[in-house]
């Protein structure tokens, strides 16, 4: 009798493990923060496009924790052409999108947020739709920090921010 008590409760644990790795799994694969020195570029995000869209947009949270200022200068990515810096803003009730080819300053114990209507990742020429669920990589260069790989969660089209509550929540 003890035999198979100890039998069910060694199978019951070792239940209890795989559940627990397996949550723990994908937790890790949910919270998609990539660090370079100082920097933590925090769950970078995309929008899905619809069947023939030439261009989208990508954005991320850059936080610095370091004492002195960065600088992002490029971005690449695998889906498009060319990736190119980004910022809208808004004069006389028209909106403007720009390049910025100098880049953005990710401020010294500050934040950069790259967001839809404010600054982003402009996507151009992309070579596929970007497809809701199906990641995509590209690469972030900091003017000090240097060059980091990211992978990129694609969100459905319309989206304001990333799921799970914004940049912060994963």
Not at 57 to 67: E, H, L, R, S, T
Not at 153 to 170: C, E, I, L, N, P
Request: charge should be neutral; glycine fraction near 10%; charged fraction near 20%.
């Amino acid at each position: 009798m003890n035999s198979l008590i100890n039998r069910r409760a060694s199978r019951i644990a070792r239940l209890a493990l795989a559940a627990g790795l397996a949550f723990t799994g994908a937790k890790a694969a949910l919270a998609h923060d990539f660090t370079l020195g100082d920097l933590t570029i925090d769950h970078p995000w995309s929008r899905a496009t619809p069947p023939g869209a030439k261009s989208g947009g990508a954005y991320f949270v850059v936080k610095n924790a370091g004492d002195t200022d960065d600088r992002l200068i490029s971005a690449t990515t695998e889906v498009a052409e060319t990736t190119e810096i980004h910022e809208v803003s808004m004069k006389d009730n028209v909106m403007t999108m720009r390049a910025l080819p100098d880049g953005l300053v990710v401020p010294a114990r500050g934040e950069l947020v790259l967001k839809p209507g404010s600054y982003h990742l402009m996507l151009i020429g992309l070579k596929e739709p970007l497809l809701k669920d199906k990641p995509f990589k590209g690469t972030l260069t900091f003017e000090k920090a240097g060059t980091v790989e990211v992978t990129f969660a694609v969100d459905a089209m319309g989206k304001q921010q990333h799921g799970h509550g914004g940049h912060h929540g994963h």
